[in-house]
């Protein structure tokens, strides 16, 4: 059936918005809310393990260059006989007093070694957790986030005992 000329002037005024004292066409905009959003926090449906991995291991290296300073500064403040002269009011004076004492890259020290190892076993760990993820949820609920891989990744890579 073809619309009446009075309810086409209806649709037309209803895809035209005003504000302030320009009008804006909105035409079309109903499509683009029916598509799905991209997901920018996670990878596309069906990306491979390699690129699981690679993520992992980049998400890794990423995280412990820049905690590196703040562990350092943590291992100093928790040390159970300190020196009288490394007392420390906060994270930020140590962190201040370590770089004016000992130099500029003491707070990094050992970082490359840090990263290297972090890089395999952050792919691993990704890898193995979007597998799991991916068949876990398949069995419970076909295509949902499986909230089980999270507790089996936790028995099998149990967080670090410090």
Not at 18 to 44: C, V
Not at 129 to 151: M, T
């Amino acid at each position: 059936s073809r619309p009446l000329p009075g309810a086409q002037a209806e649709e037309a005024r209803a895809e035209r918005v005003n504000i302030g004292r320009g009008t804006h066409d909105f035409k079309g905009l109903g499509e683009a809310n029916d598509m799905s959003e991209p997901d920018y926090e996670g990878l596309p449906q069906g990306a491979s393990t390699s690129t699981h991995m690679l993520a992992g291991a980049v998400a890794g290296i990423m995280e412990h260059c820049l905690m590196f300073p703040v562990d350092c500064v943590k291992t100093r403040m928790q040390s159970l006989q300190p020196e009288p002269a490394a007392r420390y009011r906060n994270v930020m004076d140590a962190l201040w007093r370590i770089v004016r004492t000992e130099g500029i890259w003491r707070p990094i020290r050992g970082l490359n070694v840090t990263a290297v190892g972090a890089g395999p076993a952050h792919a691993l760990y990704f890898a193995c957790y979007e597998r799991l993820k991916k068949v876990l949820g398949d069995i419970i609920h076909p295509g949902a986030n499986s909230h089980l891989a999270n507790v089996s990744l936790f028995f099998l890579f149990p967080p670090d005992q410090e």
